[in-house]
């Protein structure tokens, strides 16, 4: 049997309806759990003196979630663009060393 593409789009829509009552896909859960993650994040760095290493991030909250060092290094950046970290003044050294290497500091505005 075939199908048109605008069949096919009708079908997707319908089902994914279905699925959106039953209550099993819900939307803009993803940014929610990425604020709750960088509120975890910044709660642990306070619990240590104020600073978090890359990989420690990456271990108590990334690797559940399946992120690597890299992606957690992507987080801790938005959290310094986000005005809740700060790099520290030898964040260069730290990158050549390794991404799991790389240290940021709370900003006292979060401390």
Do not use: C, W
């Amino acid at each position: 049997m075939k199908i048109t593409k605008r069949q096919l789009k009708r079908i997707i829509q319908e089902e994914y309806t279905l699925l959106k009552r039953k209550g099993l896909i819900r939307e803009g859960r993803m940014k929610e759990a990425y604020g709750e993650m960088q509120n975890d994040i910044l709660e642990l760095a306070q619990n240590q003196g104020g600073s978090i290493v890359t990989h420690e991030a990456t271990s108590a909250f990334g690797s559940r979630m399946g992120m690597t060092d890299e992606d957690m290094l992507q987080v801790l950046m938005d959290m310094v663009d986000g005005g809740m970290l700060r790099r520290t003044p030898d964040y260069q050294d730290q990158y050549r060393m390794g991404l799991e290497m790389v240290a940021f500091t709370v900003h006292p505005d979060y401390y």
